[in-house]
């Protein structure tokens, strides 16, 4: 008499079970942080009982979790309108065709150099957009590595501060002005660039990804250390301005306001520096989408989808990843260049881990490869922790959930498609979900 198989439970129970589950989970772990604050009476130190939080999160775990079994489905369900996400048979959402992108791509460039004269840009929104820009080169210098080439790099702030600090100690030593500079701090990041790739060239994946991490941090340590040459935790201040064809940005006789009849505002400096961070990061985008055509950008694409079949082809892998790291270095050397004289100050604290992750986050969540998906990206995720600020408390848990929200629904970034530069006949758009996890 054969045994009839165990049925797997409905599925509401199902999704009911493991919510209060994952509630449990989050229940334990909130309790004795959010749950207690500690808050300085006088001499003593007094407890302060948050248990309405700890509710409150608990609730959110729980409804999260019954939705994303619902919605996103298990190993025995559908998700829940499976049809919002994926046309069937069609290609999934979030992969546009070339002819969509270049309109984006224009129309985005020309709100971009308009955006100074717009009647709402103010002070404060004009910065907004600097810090944007800087990280959308950085972003696009990165994406030479990981997106392009297939090598996961943790360190990329490394070379962000390499080219900072070039540009401060060539003012403070050899009082070279800014565009001076630019060129050999971008040099020096790429030769350290070359020198981080020599170790690694034997290396992928999660071990790659470590020894990127740890030369990341030893930049840092050797900058908060080396306090006779580089200042140590007390940074370098005083650092030079661009000007405009030697023109400076100051108030008086031969100021820019004066020699252009205009009267004199702090803006005008803001505004110069935006175009400059902007002419940077287009350049930065210009010379990426040339070298994906050429050879070099092609064995980087063939690096990243199998190593192997990439060496099978003859392909120089030593010099492909040496490139890819020297490169994508030299960008970030640029946008650690303008990052220096934009503050006027740097310091090691300006490059931890976190910034590295942060860019990181926005090329996964943008696209692996995708240039327009980065820029999407670094405006939701730089933007959107402007528009979060007042919540203080809680705008990491929002980004948090947002970001896991992404990587769940579209879990190779918001533009998921791979373009390869090199066709037969017809160019023919290749969907992320059409690449097997762990191979780029």
């Not at 079970?17 to 300085?40: E, H, I, Q, R, S």
């Not at 533009?415 to 160019?427: C, D, K």
Request: hydrophobic share 55%.
């Amino acid at each position: 008499m054969s045994v009839a198989p165990n049925q797997p439970p409905g599925r509401i129970v199902s999704a009911l079970v493991d919510a209060a589950l994952a509630a449990f989970v989050a229940l334990a772990l909130a309790a004795p942080v959010m749950g207690l604050k500690t808050y300085v009476a006088g001499t003593e130190i007094d407890l302060e009982p948050r248990w309405e939080l700890v509710l409150w999160a608990t609730l959110a775990v729980f409804v999260g979790r019954l939705i994303f079994r619902l919605f996103m489905g298990d190993t025995h369900n559908a998700p829940i309108g499976q049809k919002w996400f994926r046309r069937k048979g069609g290609r999934p959402l979030g992969s546009p065709t070339t002819s969509v992108v270049k309109m984006l791509a224009v129309v985005g460039i020309v709100f971009a150099a308009a955006f100074p004269f717009m009647p709402f840009a103010d002070r404060y929104l004009l910065d907004l957009g600097i810090l944007v820009l800087t990280y959308i080169m950085l972003g696009w210098g990165l994406n030479i590595v990981v997106g392009l080439a297939g090598l996961l790099d943790l360190g990329y702030v490394a070379f962000y501060a390499v080219g900072a600090y070039s540009f401060a100690l060539l003012a403070e030593y050899f009082d070279l002005g800014f565009w001076f500079a630019l060129p050999i701090a971008g040099i020096l990041a790429c030769f350290w660039g070359v020198i981080l790739g020599f170790p690694v060239l034997r290396l992928r994946g999660d071990y790659l990804a470590i020894v990127t991490l740890a030369f990341g941090e030893i930049i840092r340590v050797v900058l908060l250390n080396w306090y006779e040459f580089t200042g140590g935790p007390d940074g370098i201040s005083g650092i030079p301005r661009p000007t405009l064809f030697g023109i400076e940005f100051s108030r008086g006789e031969g100021g820019f306001a004066d020699i252009f009849g205009l009267e004199y505002s702090s803006t005008h400096r803001i505004i110069f520096l935006y175009y400059v961070i902007l002419g940077l990061a287009l350049i930065t985008n210009l010379v990426t989408l040339r070298l994906r055509k050429l050879p070099v950008g092609r064995a980087w694409e063939a690096l990243r989808e199998d190593e192997i079949a990439c060496r099978s082809l003859g392909i120089n892998t030593t010099n492909t990843k040496l490139t890819a790291f020297a490169i994508g270095a030299m960008f970030g050397g640029f946008a650690g260049s303008f990052f220096a004289t934009r503050q006027g100050f740097i310091s090691p604290e300006s490059f931890t881990f976190i910034e590295s992750a942060l860019i990181l986050a926005i090329v996964v969540l943008g696209g692996l490869g995708s240039q327009i998906g980065v820029v999407i990206a670094a405006l939701v995720m730089i933007g959107g922790f402007e528009i979060f600020r007042e919540l203080e408390q809680f705008r990491m848990l929002i980004f948090g959930l947002l970001m896991v929200t992404i990587m769940i629904w579209r879990p190779r970034g918001l533009i998921a498609s791979r373009t390869p530069t090199a066709f037969l006949h017809e160019r023919k758009q290749i969907s992320a979900e059409n690449v097997s996890e762990g191979h780029g």
